[in-house]
């Protein structure tokens, strides 16, 4: 079952992986980029404080405990413990492969970290905003940055759902913490 699975996703890498050009390559760069991004963190970032001034600092930490929880578990529970090379890493793919700017990742893929913050992040404000329109973009932001690493070639689709599951687990349980928090915390600043 598992050799079945491996085929696969291997299989549906190669198809996904295909659908590329020297524009998109260009695009999919841009939107993997972290820092890409960082206007629309700032605009975020802007919102909760107006929405939730003095809590705005509560939330804040908790969005940046989000993103270190779903990163380093990642990379600590799942890529180190699995060990399950790249696309980018497999001999047998490396004529085949649709690599952007030579870049390989690190050697080990499941899960991907970008699925996995990205999630984790879209979950939370999903919770936190409750908002139908944010909610669409937020989940459409993360599902494109997660399917751009396949079209980089540095993750299989396995390994971007499977970032995408943990991810959305942890965004999902640290939004119970934080209310669960700021709850507590509310008690004391009245």
């Known amino acids: 079952m598992l050799e079945f699975l491996n085929q696969l996703d291997t299989q ?6 295909s659908f590329n050009s ?6 999919m760069w841009w939107i993997s980029g972290t820092k890409s991004w960082i206007p629309m963190y700032l605009i975020i970032v802007a919102v909760i404080i107006y929405k939730y001034k003095w809590k705005a600092v509560i939330t804040l930490l908790f969005i940046a405990l989000v993103v270190t929880l779903a990163d380093q578990i990642s990379v600590k ?3 180190e413990v699995f060990q399950r090379f790249r696309p980018s890493h497999n001999p047998a793919l490396e004529d085949i492969i649709h690599l952007v700017r030579n870049k390989h990742g690190g050697k080990y893929g499941f ?10 992040v879209a979950f939370f404000l999903f919770k936190l905003f409750k908002n139908r329109n944010f909610s669409i973009f937020i989940f459409i932001w993360a599902s494109i940055v997660s399917y751009s690493r396949i079209y980089l070639g ?6 971007v759902l499977g970032g995408a599951l943990l991810g959305s687990i942890i965004g999902f349980s640290m939004y119970f913490l934080h ?3 700021q709850g507590k915390l509310a008690k004391y600043f009245k």
């Open 154 to 159: 540095v993750h299989y689709p396995f390994d």
């Open 179 to 181: 209310e669960y928090t």
């Open 77 to 79: 529970a799942f890529k």
């Open 12 to 17: 549906l890498f190669i198809f996904l992986n």
């Open 22 to 27: 020297p524009f998109w390559d260009n695009i």
């Open 111 to 120: 899960v991907s970290s970008h699925a996995a913050n990205t999630f984790a």
